[in-house]
């Protein structure tokens, strides 16, 4: 303390523990009021005040607050207070807050919380205002939740504390509010919080109610709603509730709540409404549909209705209930009074069908909250309450799925199932469906404390009760205290099935005796069934227990568990010297993922010296499985309890892992603290070589190495574990080195590095190594607790990567850990020298050259990583062989600055022009930001001689907005194109083929679609581009020869098929081969206005300059068309084919037996095989009919060549003479030709030739 002017000052303060009790908050009888002045007499200066803990306690609950550092000034007026850290069971606290001591008492100041939750960074902030006169609070909330969503809220609240109603303004919106945050123990919600409570005109009844102060008295209203986005049932951790709307009035003497209704899971609601005035209040609210399952899956589905009603009178609550279900026969009335001496229930009444229970009782509000219950029974059935499906007595007959096959209990080596128990194998057999059934009439009467330590002193009868039809019996008493059993005595027999428990434990002295004989489980339903039986002792405390005891299990099924057969006994005694011996024998042991046909344990010596060895075979997870655990040591007696300390002399498992203990190891291990000496322990081929492991009060030390870890084997595990194959192959082979310390500080390192092996990957058409020479990480621990990483890896055909990190890390229970503001230094350098080799990877059919290389810097944080360097590459080019696509002599440079990617210059040249891209994508955002611009100049895409392609054009890509994806716009420009398609494609198998292989593995079956409902990616595209076909489009291919133009418009999204809109016309001089026959396109459009690979399709080719003109018309869609012959004029489908295969009709025979040769003819050549005989020796007709030069055979073979569609070419060979001729055919016109031949006749023939059926149709 100074000299005048006096003033206090403390440069430090410290303070240990702070154990603070606080009693129950009183009513205060007047409100309070403003005080006239809040200063001190002197000034006042406290540099730092430091406080270890602070414990609160309340009754039935204790908050703990730990490292208080605060300081502070005053200069007597003005107060300033400054809480630099305080840490809460919610996070870390902070706030700045400075008060003036004079009326009205102004207010400045902010506060923050910040803390963690399921790994989360949450954060609360608020600022205060104005004065404790009219105080104004601004609170933001923010963070990210464990379930991915954001939680966002503000509020703002203007108040008058000491004012008649204390609060004038209340503005709250928050979203994805979660109640665990605040609890852990709550269930999950995705709350969103509305409140609106402003200032309104008063009602007429509140200005005649007089007595306010002079001037309109204040009235608060607005509306109040809670909005649960993701309602569930308590069994799932979710809240039952889906929303809670009312409203809300204030003034000086009443407070209302109007309008109020919430909405549960199930249908059911709560409506009502409550004022509070002058101290006194009512709330009445009606329940509806209340559904008991939404609580407790084990609770029956229920419509219970009716009031509830609270009443307030001067500190005395009574809270009155009655709600009924009448079509389950239930009833809960009860009526409980609350008062400051006392909670008492009064006329709680449960019905269930025809029975019912009473309960009457109290609880006082003394100094130990003592007790008094009395329960009365009358032919009550419990189970009316509980779900059917959780009581059913067929339950145990259902047999456990394992593996894919259906196993009754039996025992090992025995089909017969012998040891099981007569009822529950009955029970299995029949599989009978039952619901239980119970009448219990008896009482109960219980007292005792709640505080300092629960007691309880308890006495039951049961009488005239049954239980499934079988008699249930049973009383006694049962009385604790803390964790002791005082003298007790409970008899309970419940349908043949007996337990008996008599007296006392937990103290010196103590001895309790337990029976159980349990022949017919089958009969308690719940899934159960099997005979069990225990006898035993036990004498003590639980810090020291003695036990002896025997057990038997035959048959035993506890849901989808089962034990074939178990027997054993324990006799465990306290003492350095006292004994220690357990057995077990057991066989068809059983749960959904293990089976042991034989499980054996033998345990045996004294606490001081002991044996154990373990055995077991059968299967984990449908893996075989057979191990053996021999050991030996002592118990100790350690800080955090009791400790075991010894020796590992055997850990075998000669199934899956394959597991072999080396050399023994020495084993210490207690609460807390593990201490592992040097042993060697082979895992599947490889060795771990262990030096020293060490964990004690949160310090870890080990070293050690790991050999010859083989991934192969690894990946095999993996396939034979999960059923999922690896994507590649893989001989490599591994090395691990550690030797690390974490406690106070962290140091050492831990190295995993390659000793030999490769990589291989199906490359199409075989499979292709990575030519792995080189990989290594390793991680040291250096001073000031920083982790240095170092990567580095070697491969013939992917290149060269070496990658640093350093960051500083925490150590938590002796586990080093990374936090999220840890700030990040590091660098990574990918070389690829030669792109060469690495093409040889996608395949035979890729040529890729040219360099790359990447080098980054890392800064940033842990969660929040920031990367910056550049990318180049230099001579890059990709060619596709059996596609024709060459892309050469391209450049790129990209820049990254801070996670900003920068494409300065992307550029490829085709076979001729180019192809450039320049852009901006910003990588650490949730919808990247993205901007970018392709161009191509010319770019000759194709460059084959069967196909190219060369086009012009632009286009842009962005962002696509809230639709979600980039969206790419563009229109380019067809420069040059020919598809010239083989006229045979090579063999392949039809789409509906799918074959499945031995391995499991799937080809040929068709992916399906994303649901349309999947959100997209930040990279899924949105495609809108316009493709205009230009002047020399060409294809070939499926006998057509086409040239086409139009403009077409090519759409994509997410998960829906490509389309597009638009029409494409077919130029003239484009043909189009059918039977064998090549025919001029007339008219051809191609219409889009769907998937792009089914468009519209209307085809007309004809073959003309002859009397009847003839072709095909192709019209439908591309992959449903319909093919037609037409002709002018119109005949009959054998005449087209006729005149479109031959150039002349059917009737050019004389008699019918050559008409029908005729008609034989053209059907071979049309047909498959007739075109391939025709084409293989280059002719367009062979076939069998009358001459037509006059030869004499009846039957002529003839062959004809068309050199254009007006000169024809043709032969004559009689078949039953030597005869012959040659003939050349000129068609002059439709009906005009001259015809000249040479052989066994000559001469030349003037042709006229007039269809008079056709004729007469005109």
């Not at 210490?668 to 042993?679: F, L, Q, Y």
């Amino acid at each position: 303390m100074t000299h005048l002017p006096w003033r206090l000052s403390v440069q430090s303060l410290r303070i240990g523990t702070v154990d603070a009790r606080l009693a129950p908050a009183a009513k205060p009888a007047t409100r309070p009021t403003l005080p006239q002045r809040l200063t001190v007499p002197l000034p006042l200066q406290i540099h730092s005040l430091d406080v270890a803990a602070i414990r609160l306690h309340e009754p039935g609950s204790t908050i703990e607050l730990s490292a208080l550092h605060a300081h502070g000034s005053s200069d007597g007026r003005r107060h300033h207070l400054v809480l630099d850290r305080l840490r809460t069971p919610y996070g870390s606290l902070h706030a700045d807050v400075a008060l003036d001591g004079v009326r009205p008492f102004a207010v400045r100041g902010d506060a923050g919380l910040s803390g963690q939750f399921d790994g989360q960074e949450m954060r609360l902030g608020v600022q205060l205002s104005g004065s404790l006169q009219a105080l104004v609070a601004d609170m933001q909330a923010s963070g990210m939740q464990s379930n991915g969503t954001q939680l966002n809220g503000v509020a703002h609240v203007e108040a008058t504390p000491f004012a008649d109603v204390p609060l004038k303004v209340v503005t709250l919106d928050a979203d994805h509010l979660d109640p665990r945050v605040f609890n852990p123990g709550a269930p999950h919600a995705d709350l969103s919080v509305r409140a609106r409570l402003r200032p309104v005109e008063p009602a007429p009844s509140a200005q005649a109610r007089g007595g306010a102060a002079p001037g309109m008295p204040l009235v608060v209203a607005g509306e109040v709603s809670v909005v649960n986005a993701v309602p569930g049932l308590l069994a799932q951790q979710r809240l039952p509730l889906i929303d809670v709307r009312t409203n809300v009035r204030l003034d000086a003497s009443r407070q209302a709540l109007c309008a109020l209704k919430v909405r549960l899971l199930g249908g059911a609601t709560v409506s009502g409404a409550g004022t509070l005035e002058h101290g006194r209040g009512r709330v009445a609210l009606r329940t509806a549909d209340l559904d008991l399952s939404v609580f407790s899956a084990t609770l029956r589905a229920t419509r219970l209705a009716g009031p509830i009603g609270v009443e307030l009178d001067a500190g005395r609550q009574q809270v009155q209930v009655d709600l009924a279900d009448a079509d389950a026969k239930l009833r809960v009335q009860g009526a409980v009074a609350i008062d400051p001496r006392q909670i008492a229930l009064e006329r709680v009444r449960l019905t269930a069908g025809d029975g019912h229970a009473k309960l009457v009782g109290v609880v006082r509000r003394d100094e130990h909250s003592s007790y008094e219950w009395k329960a009365t029974l009358a032919a009550l059935d419990p189970f009316a309450l509980l779900a059917r499906d959780s009581m059913q007595i067929g339950r145990m007959g259902r047999s456990v799925q394992h593996n894919g096959s259906r196993m009754a209990p039996k025992t090992a080596g025995s089909g017969s199932g012998k040891g099981v128990g007569k009822d529950a194998g009955e029970g299995i057999g029949k599989g009978a469906v039952q619901r239980l059934d119970a009448r219990v009439t008896g009482t109960l009467n219980a007292k005792g404390t709640l505080t300092p330590t629960l007691t309880v002193q308890a006495d039951f009868a049961l009488h005239d009760s049954v239980y499934n039809g079988l008699p249930l019996s049973g009383g006694g008493t049962l009385a604790l205290a803390g964790t002791r059993i005082m003298p007790s005595d409970v008899r309970v027999s419940v349908a043949g099935n007996d337990i008996q428990l008599r007296g006392s434990f937990g103290a010196a002295g103590d001895r309790l005796l337990f029976h159980v004989d349990a022949p017919a489980l089958e009969r308690l339903g719940f899934g159960m069934a099997g005979a069990a039986h225990a006898n035993g002792d036990v004498t003590g405390s639980l810090a020291h227990p003695n036990v002896v005891a025997s057990y038997q299990a035959n048959g035993v099924v506890m849901g989808d568990k089962w034990i074939g057969h178990a027997a054993g006994r324990v006799e465990l005694r306290d003492g350095a010297q006292g004994t220690m011996i357990a057995t077990l024998d057991a066989r068809a042991v059983t749960t959904p993922q293990v089976r042991f046909n034989a499980l054996s344990l033998r345990l045996d010596g004294v606490r001081a010296h002991h044996t154990l060895v373990a055995s077991g075979s059968g299967s984990v997870g449908g893996q075989p499985v057979d191990f053996n655990v021999a050991a030996s040591g002592k118990l100790t007696d350690a800080r955090g309890g009791i400790g075991w300390s010894g020796t590992i002399s055997q850990l075998e498992n000669r199934g899956l892992p394959e597991i072999k203990l080396a050399a023994p190891a020495t084993v210490n291990a207690s609460a807390g603290h593990w201490v592992i000496g040097a042993t060697r322990l082979s895992v599947e081929r490889a060795l771990l070589d262990l030096k020293s492991f060490q964990y004690a009060g949160g310090r870890l030390q080990s070293s050690g190495s790991l050999t010859h870890i083989d991934v192969a084997r690894l990946l095999q595990l993996r396939e034979q574990l999960t059923h999922q194959p690896a994507s590649f192959r893989t001989d490599l082979v591994f090395d691990a080195q550690w030797d690390v310390s974490f406690g106070q500080r962290a140091a050492g390192y831990a190295q995993i590095k390659r000793r030999s092996g490769d990589v291989t990957i199906d490359a199409g058409r075989g499979i292709a190594s990575l030519g792995v020479s080189d990989a290594m990480v390793r991680i040291d621990f250096a001073a000031h607790r920083r982790l240095n990483a170092t990567v580095h890896a070697e491969a013939e055909r992917l290149g060269t990567l070496d990658a640093t990190l350093r960051m500083p890390v925490t150590v938590q229970d002796g586990v080093p850990a990374v936090a999220g503001d840890a700030p990040l230094d590091g660098t990574v350098v990918f070389e690829l020298p030669s792109l060469r080799t690495t093409g040889g990877l996608l395949g035979p059919s890729y040529r890729l050259d040219g360099q790359m290389l990447l080098k980054l810097a890392i800064a940033g944080q842990a969660s929040h990583p920031k990367l910056s360097g550049t990318l180049t590459g230099d001579g890059l080019s990709a060619t596709v062989v059996d596609q024709g696509i060459t892309l050469k002599d391209g450049i790129v440079r990209v820049v990254l600055t801070e996670n900003r990617v920068e494409f300065r210059q992307v550029q490829f040249h085709g076979a001729q022009g180019t192809l450039r891209a320049t852009g901006n994508v910003m990588l650490d955002q949730q919808n990247p930001d993205l901007s970018a611009h392709i161009v191509a100049d010319k770019l000759e895409l194709f460059a084959s001689p069967y196909r190219q392609l060369s086009l012009s054009g632009d286009a842009t890509v962005a962002n696509a907005g809230a639709q979600g994806g980039m969206a790419i716009n563009g229109r380019f420009f067809v420069n040059k194109a020919l598809f010239d398609l083989p006229e045979q494609s090579a063999p392949s198998l039809s789409d509906d083929v799918v074959i499945v292989r031995s391995d499991g593995t799937v080809e040929g079956e068709h992916a399906a679609l994303s649901a349309a409902g999947e959100p997209a990616g930040p990279f899924a595209p949105r495609a809108n581009i316009d493709v205009d076909l230009g002047r020399d489009f060409r294809f070939r291919g499926a006998g057509a020869d086409l040239g086409l133009r139009g403009v077409i418009n090519v759409v994509s999204a997410p998960n829906q098929p490509l389309r597009a809109v638009g029409n494409v016309r077919v130029v003239e001089g484009s043909t189009y081969t059918a039977f064998g026959r090549k025919l001029g396109i007339e008219n051809g459009y191609f219409t889009f206005n769907g998937p792009v690979s089914d468009p519209g399709i209307n085809i007309l080719a004809m073959r003309r300059n002859q009397e009847v003109e003839a072709g095909v018309q192709v019209t439908g869609t591309v992959q449903s068309s319909k093919v037609k012959l037409v002709s002018e004029p119109n005949v009959n489908d054998n005449e087209k084919l006729s005149w479109l295969l031959l150039g002349h009709g059917t009737d050019t025979g004389a008699n019918l037996g050559q008409q029908s040769t005729m008609n034989a003819a053209i059907a071979l050549l049309g047909s498959a095989t007739g075109k391939r005989i025709a084409q293989t020796f280059g002719l367009d007709e062979v076939s069998v009919g009358q001459s037509e030069v006059g030869l004499t055979d009846p039957q002529v073979v003839t062959l004809s060549k068309a050199i254009t569609e007006r000169l024809v070419l043709g032969y004559e060979q009689g078949i039953e003479t030597s005869n012959n001729a040659f003939k050349v055919t000129v068609n002059l016109s439709r009906f005009w030709a001259i015809m000249s031949y040479a052989g066994t006749y000559n001469g030349v023939d003037l042709q006229f030739t007039r269809r008079f059926d056709g004729f007469w149709k005109k």
